[in-house]
């Protein structure tokens, strides 16, 4: 139930004075520079003047004057300046007790699952060391950690032309966050946002956790993502230990429509007792086992161009790359950031309860030209009866000839077969290196067809006998799927994840 306390004011700020020495040219500290900024940004997210204010008297003998405690009680959110200075402040540390202990008084700490009270990161600390009242809070990051020298260096706060985007990057996130609370408690914020622009979330995202180096575009699809009306998870700190950790993880993928997951250049921390599997890897392994629900997906993506930092991260990616069990329900994307975000608007819009579509009536089935020597036939018996009953897609089929194998094929056919199909599938089991190389070839030809469309997805299925060629085989422009024990169709799932939505797209293009 929300709150019906009326709250006078809407943000407290608690901060070090110390941490307000440090003057710009214009003569403002830090903490001036903060307030006056945050309050522009929360007031164009609330459409009403927010009342904020702070302490600016430096802290006497007298703890906590009656006139300061009735101002807290009747605030509605605290924002915490976090720094070393902060924690070895007991007025500071009495600040937020005191706002805690008074919340208890009007309706308490939480709201929905988020809480009254927000840490600003000025400057890194120990996270065992944060106050309990908010040790497992997410926290909002105001600096960033030098590749070279692995220092710490505060963002810089500049403002007007140069301003520095990832400080306000900052401020933006943490003034939804807090807009999010004042709607949910404060009966003055609710009464501003009647008939205004503010609605329940369309639904909930799982951002998964990603190292420092793509911090930056995470927080990015995090701000559109909301500004979108989204909710966002994790909304707070997950736990440093395994299993731990991924229960948590579980419990978030298990709220959310759709999953993203950002892979970088470096491996990311490694949660105590998780058997050297770090953060990264693991959010992936808990969301692919959510893959068989058709109300939830998933999104891997690689920046172009990325280089591996470390041994662990080249062989995690590797596996991303080729691993079905890793795909698993998934679709792989290595494109610019702005392609992403494209895929996950398309995602989301696809259908708003997060479900797959249902087929559209007089749609066509996907048609999928299966290439391969008639001395796999056996083998993708299976493989193709999968495509037809149970995906309902129109497999094309090689001319196969009596004699002399796949190499002498009509050529018209096969020609026609790559021109009419939506996506091909090369299966390379049974049959010599020689045949392998002509029909990988052939995807060249696809440039010079006079396709209508281009192709919603190509990939080699390899299966066994295991060999090195096969062991060393890689494509950068098609899925390689390496299967060498009996057919799976969790192997396929990323290749009709991408036939899909091609389909999808098309769809959306006729409408």
Not at 136 to 151: A, V
Not at 202 to 216: F, H, M, S, V
Not at 260 to 277: D, Q, S
Request: proline residues 7%; aromatic residues 10%; glycine residues 8%.
């Amino acid at each position: 139930m929300p709150s019906t306390h009326t709250f006078v004011d809407d943000v407290f700020i608690s901060y070090r004075h110390l941490d307000n020495k440090d003057l710009d040219e214009h003569g403002k500290g830090w903490i001036d520079n903060f307030h006056e900024r945050f309050e522009n940004v929360l007031l164009g997210k609330l459409g009403y003047e927010p009342r904020i204010w702070r302490d600016t008297r430096l802290p006497g003998n007298a703890y906590f004057a009656d006139v300061l405690e009735e101002r807290i009680r009747n605030t509605a959110v605290v924002i915490s300046v976090l720094s070393p200075g902060y924690l070895m402040s007991d007025w500071c540390m009495g600040e937020l007790r005191e706002f805690c202990r008074l919340a208890e008084q009007t309706g308490g700490l939480r709201a929905g699952n988020n809480m009254r009270i927000f840490k600003a990161v000025k400057f890194p600390t120990e996270p065992e060391e944060h106050p309990p009242e908010f040790r497992k809070q997410l926290g909002y990051e105001f600096y960033e950690i030098d590749k070279m020298t692995r220092r710490p260096t505060e963002f810089a706060q500049a403002g007007g032309r140069d301003r520095a985007q990832r400080y306000w990057s900052k401020l933006d996130e943490l003034a939804w966050d807090v807009r999010q609370v004042l709607y949910a408690i404060n009966p003055r914020a609710r009464a501003a946002a009647a008939g205004s622009v503010f609605t329940p979330p369309k639904g909930t995202i799982y951002l998964a956790e990603t190292t420092r180096d793509l911090a930056a575009q995470r927080d990015k699809i995090k701000r559109e993502l909301q500004d979108h009306g989204y909710g966002i998870l994790p909304d707070k700190e997950l736990p440093a230990f395994s299993p731990s950790y991924e229960e948590a993880v579980s419990e978030c993928v298990g709220r959310a429509k759709l999953s993203v997951h950002l892979i970088g250049e470096n491996y990311g921390l490694i949660p105590e007792g998780a058997g050297g599997r770090s953060i990264v890897r693991l959010q992936n392994e808990v969301a692919a086992r959510r893959c068989c629900d058709d109300a939830f997906s998933r999104l891997l993506w690689l920046p172009v161009g990325l280089t591996p930092h470390e041994p662990e991260q080249e062989q995690f990616i590797e596996h991303l790359k080729k691993d079905s069990e890793m795909q698993r329900g998934a679709e792989l994307l290595q494109t610019p950031l702005e392609e992403l975000k494209s895929h996950i608007q398309k995602r989301l819009s696809s259908n708003g309860n997060g479900k797959k579509p249902e087929p559209v009536p007089g749609q066509s089935p996907p048609k999928i030209y299966l290439i391969f020597d008639k001395r796999d036939i056996r083998g993708v018996i299976p493989l193709s009866k999968y495509l037809t009953a149970e995906k309902k897609c129109e497999v094309l089929l090689p001319p196969l000839d009596d004699e002399g194998g796949g190499e002498a094929q009509p050529f018209d056919i096969h020609n026609e077969n790559l021109k009419e199909c939506d996506a091909v599938l090369i299966y390379y089991g049974q049959a010599n290196q020689g045949w392998f190389e002509f029909k990988r070839r052939d995807l060249k030809k696809l440039v010079g067809l006079d396709r209508k469309s281009p192709l919603a997805a190509a990939a080699f299925y390899v299966a066994s006998p295991e060999t090195m060629h096969k062991e060393m085989f890689d494509n950068p422009d098609a899925l390689v799927i390496k299967n060498f024990a009996d057919f799976s169709p969790a192997a396929l799932e990323p290749f009709l994840a991408r036939v899909a939505v091609a389909a999808k797209g098309a769809v959306h293009a006729g409408n």
